[in-house]
Each structure stands twice: as structure tokens, then as C-alpha cells.
């Protein structure tokens, strides 16, 4: 049985984006096939690109137990025991738009829980550009080291919040984004936290209940190891998050504890 390491999450994510490169900015591309794993409405971009992923294992022998956003929890190969999240297409709309902020997300992990993601890999699915992560061995952009910001003052940051569609909980956002020196909603979760993980984001938030770890299990590692702060709000540390199971998460995703903490004081004063 072969591992799963970095190179072979960045090797399926070249031919993720290989594959869906002629559908990027196309109106076929956003054309819906059917409805996915993650209760959203699976497009022929989404069906093509996690595909890709599974011909890539079978091709090469690699058994694990895939768990994607389209296909669900498949077994892959002779007795899998090991764990690999993807989120193929991760900022779809923006994908098929043709609005360059769209990327891959894969990650690896040796148990069915989120706390046991050991190796991830995020490519911008226009640019190429490409983070990776080990865990306890830092984080890389392109091949160079990354950090988070040093920024520690929220008036002074820039972050960006998706509000799409508008959250119910957008009243307990609007005290942060009125404290915050500038804000963006760019569209693809994983790509924003890793925005954060690379210092060009302060923080990243999302209040809608709606993200599955699919679609942030990779850019975690990668902001944790890049020594940013991530958070799964309304969950106990101690709690299991399994992998294969479809839960909905809000989260803030931030560059360091004095950040984080100005966020979540400000959300927990509104909810007050």
C-alpha cells in the first residue's frame, strides 16, 4: 500500500487543476449534476475535479478512505485504514466566473478525527499558487516558509467574512467588521485561511453554520502551522470531530491569540 504524504496531496492537485483548467471562467462548468455528500448542489467542474482524485488512488494503488464533498465517504484499495479529506473545488462560484480566487483543498490524516490531519496541500486552482503543511514541521507558500501577521490590533487588520448567503448571525459580525480596519469576502474558505496562514489576511471569519471539514480540515494545518490561532465556535475543545461525518461548523480563523481574543470578545458581547 502506498502513503500519502505532501507529494503525492500536491501530485493529485496539479492534476485537479490540469483537469478543470479549460472549464474555469465556463458557464458548462457551473452546469449541475446532481446534488453531493455536502448537501450542496454538486456542478460538472465539482463532478470532473473529484474524479481526478479518485483515478489518481486507484491508478496508483493508494487505499484510504476518501472523504470528499461530492462522492461522500468512499472506500479506496484493500483494506484502507488512512483518511483523506478534499474539497476538489472549493469557491466553485468564483471558479466558474471565472474570478481567479478558487482553489483545491486536500489533507491527510492516520484517524477518523479532525485533530489527526497530519499533511495538507491548498492550490489556487488559476494562479497554481500552493500551500503545504506537516504537522509539527511548519508551513510553506510556494516553497517558502510562512508565518502569520504580527498584526495584534483589529482596528489595524484586514480581514475578510464570508456572507454568503447573509447569515442569521450576521449581527453578532457586524461589531467586529465595525472594529476592523478593512474587510474583504473573497469566496473561497480555504483559501482565506491560508491567506491568513501566509500574512496577507489578519483573520479569516465564517458565522453561517454551514462549513464542513472538508472545507477547511487543509487551511487548518496550515494556519496552525504557520502559528496562527483556529477556532470551531460552540465546540468544546475535548469534543471529536470525526471526519466522516457531516457536521456544520462556524469558525475564525485568526494570526495570533491577541486577535482572536478582540474577536470572540466582541462576538460574545453581542450575543450577551
Known sequence: MNEIGINVLVEISKEIRNAVHPFLGSSEGGRIVGIGFGE?????????????????????????????????????????????????????????RGIGFASSALAFASEDNLKDVEAAAVMNLFSGELYVAEKNKG????????????????????????????????????????????????????????????GMLDAHLDMRGMLRTFDFAAAMLIL?????????????????????????????????????????SLIHDCKG
Open 40 to 96: 450542496d448542489r454538486t456542478r460538472l467542474i465539482d463532478k470532473i475535479a473529484e474524479e481526478v482524485v479518485v483515478k489518481y488512488l486507484k491508478r496508483n494503488s493508494i487505499s484510504c478512505i476518501l472523504i470528499g464533498e461530492e462522492g461522500g465517504v468512499q472506500e479506496i484499495g484493500e483494506n484502507p485504514k488512512r483518511y483523506l479529506i478534499v474539497d476538489a473545488v472549493d469557491g466553485t462560484m468564483n471558479a466558474v
Open 224 to 264: 496552525q502551522e504557520a502559528g496562527g490561532i483556529f477556532s470551531l465556535l460552540e465546540v468544546d475543545e475535548k469534543d471529536e470531530i470525526p471526519l466522516t461525518k457531516l457536521r456544520h461548523f462556524s469558525i475564525i480563523a485568526a494570526a495570533n491569540k491577541e486577535l482572536y481574543s478582540q474577536i470572540i
Open 139 to 198: 508551513a510553506w507558500r510556494n516553497g517558502k516558509r510562512i508565518t502569520t501577521s504580527k498584526t495584534s490590533d483589529l482596528k489595524s487588520s484586514v480581514i475578510s467574512v464570508d456572507l454568503s448567503p447573509v447569515p442569521k448571525s450576521v449581527s453578532a459580525i457586524i461589531p467586529v467588521m465595525k472594529a476592523t480596519g478593512r474587510v474583504r469576502s473573497l469566496g473561497s474558505a480555504s483559501l482565506e485561511i491560508c491567506c491568513v496562514a501566509s
